[in-house]
């Protein structure tokens, strides 16, 4: 039986993936959408990292779809979970210096303005940021978890040789 710690790694990967699809589509439109070119590159930059979580989300999926629950990492698997994991790591970091300059940004500013665009920004953000905290532990324990299943079912399968079931 899957535990419940795989089962939400799973949901959060496409909920991250749904949510980044979107996001990024929204940026690519209002960006590229227009007849104005953009010389501001922390759009671009925005969009990037929200195609990174796309992708990263895809291979995390890939992964936990070929290799759960018993096969362990090895070979290109490995080295595209490690690739997946230091970009959802930089992707953190990024999500990390958004919350802290936009903290700082929103509410440093008058406290009594009527816009709340930007509160509303920082709570996707913080959303965002749970979410790709809660994959990013996933990944870092995913190596682990599939060896020790490996072992186990190799294990048992050992112990059960020359074990005759009587009828």
């Given at each position: 039986?899957?535990?419940?710690?795989?089962?939400?790694?799973?949901?959060?990967?496409?909920?991250?993936l749904i949510i980044a699809s979107i996001i990024?589509?929204?940026?690519?439109a209002l960006v590229f959408g227009g007849n104005v070119v953009?010389?501001?590159?922390?759009p671009y930059f925005m969009a990037l990292g929200f195609l990174v979580?796309?992708?990263?989300?895809?291979?995390?999926?890939?992964?936990?779809s070929k290799n759960f629950p018993h096969k362990k990492?090895?070979?290109?698997?490995?080295?595209?979970?490690?690739?997946?994991?230091?970009?959802?790591?930089v992707v953190f970091l990024g999500l990390s210096l958004v919350l802290?300059?936009?903290?700082?940004?929103?509410?440093?500013?008058?406290?009594?303005?009527?816009?709340q665009t930007g509160k509303m920004f920082l709570g996707i953000c913080f959303i965002l940021w749970v979410l790709d905290g809660f994959i990013l532990f996933g990944q870092l324990t995913l190596a682990r978890f599939l060896k020790r299943n490996?072992?186990?079912?190799?294990?048992?399968?050992?112990?059960s040789i020359g074990n005759k079931v009587d009828e």
């Open positions: 039986m899957t535990p419940i710690k795989w089962k939400a790694y799973l949901i959060v990967n496409y909920s991250l990024f589509l929204i940026i690519c953009e010389t501001n590159p922390i979580m796309v992708g990263q989300c895809i291979i995390n999926l890939f992964i936990y990492l090895s070979g290109k698997a490995l080295t595209i979970h490690v690739v997946a994991t230091v970009l959802n790591f802290v300059v936009g903290t700082i940004i929103e509410f440093g500013e008058d406290l009594n303005s009527g816009d490996n072992m186990n079912l190799f294990t048992t399968m050992i112990n």
